[in-house]
């Protein structure tokens, strides 16, 4: 006989989902990354400069390359996976230059998702730190 996990409790956690949108993220396949995501998945981002709301995965895998997508140099500084109440957490920090703006220095971006997920995710409710230079590199 087997073990198996309560009703209420999957046997494997959505974890999964969540690592491999941090991965598609790191190599910027953003075709990776929309395959993370149900067709009609939401998003509402804290960013500055306020709330973003997407609905279904083009819209939000757009929205994720518009920032990161223009990149010519791109760094993964940190990237975790967990579980915060029921939901995957997923974080991660990236350095890049240039910035959407055209910003030429380095800087330094940390966002913190929150995703409700099975085997695709559902929704993500994302808080970004913003766009801040990186003292290591000056400009």
């Not at 709330?51 to 279904?56: A, F, Q």
């Not at 995965?57 to 500084?77: N, T």
């Not at 966002?111 to 766009?131: E, K, M």
Request: proline content about 10%.
């Amino acid at each position: 006989m087997t073990a198996s996990a309560p009703p209420d409790h999957p046997a494997t956690p959505p974890w999964s989902v969540g690592g491999l949108l941090l991965e598609a993220l790191a190599v910027r396949d953003f075709k990776r990354m929309a395959d993370c995501f149900t067709p009609a998945a939401t998003m509402r981002a804290l960013i500055p400069p306020g709330l973003s709301e997407c609905e279904g995965a083009p819209q939000i895998v757009d929205s994720i390359r518009g920032w990161f997508g223009g990149a010519e140099e791109f760094e993964v500084l940190d990237g975790t996976v967990g579980e915060v109440g029921g939901r995957v957490h997923v974080s991660w920090r990236l350095r890049m230059r240039p910035t959407p703006w055209g910003d030429d220095s380095w800087h330094v971006i940390e966002q913190q998702a929150y995703l409700r997920a099975g085997q695709r995710i559902d929704s993500i409710d994302l808080l970004c730190s913003g766009f801040q230079p990186d003292p290591r590199n000056p400009s």
